[in-house]
């Protein structure tokens, strides 16, 4: 049974720094896309980081680049988003993903971790 278990989530103050975790079990991260999604109440989820199957390629939502960074850990099987000069519109719902394939539907989500940052 696969599972993304995320952690790492909690209340800080704007211009602080928070890294989230998310460990896999069932998969080998390596050989998957990865991805944090972010969601708040009302709106879509949207895509914040990508890392590519073997962490050879990241991208990243305008919002976050120069301030986020997602990287892999593939002994400990877990993909992290290194988060910095944190605003309070990037509070959110943050979730992980993989997929197998470089496009179609994510096919893996951990459960989400809930960012707050207070002004």
């Known amino acids: 049974q696969v599972q993304l278990v995320e952690s790492g989530g909690g209340l800080v103050q704007a211009g602080d720094s928070l890294r989230l975790s998310c460990a896999a079990s069932?998969?080998?991260?390596?050989?998957?896309?990865k991805a944090w999604f972010r969601q708040t109440p009302g709106k879509e989820r949207e895509i914040v980081a990508t890392?590519?199957?073997?962490?050879?390629?990241?991208d990243y939502d305008s919002t976050v680049k120069g301030r986020f960074t997602i990287s892999g850990d593939n002994a400990k099987n877990t993909v992290y988003l290194q988060m910095s000069s944190l605003k309070p519109e990037d509070t959110a719902v943050y979730y992980c993903?993989?997929?197998?394939?470089?496009?179609?539907?994510?096919?893996?989500w951990g459960q989400g971790t809930q960012v707050t940052v207070s002004s």
């Open positions: 993903a993989a997929r197998s394939g470089s496009v179609g539907e994510w096919q893996h």
């Open positions: 069932g998969l080998t991260l390596n050989n998957y896309y």
């Open positions: 890392l590519k199957w073997r962490d050879e390629w990241a």
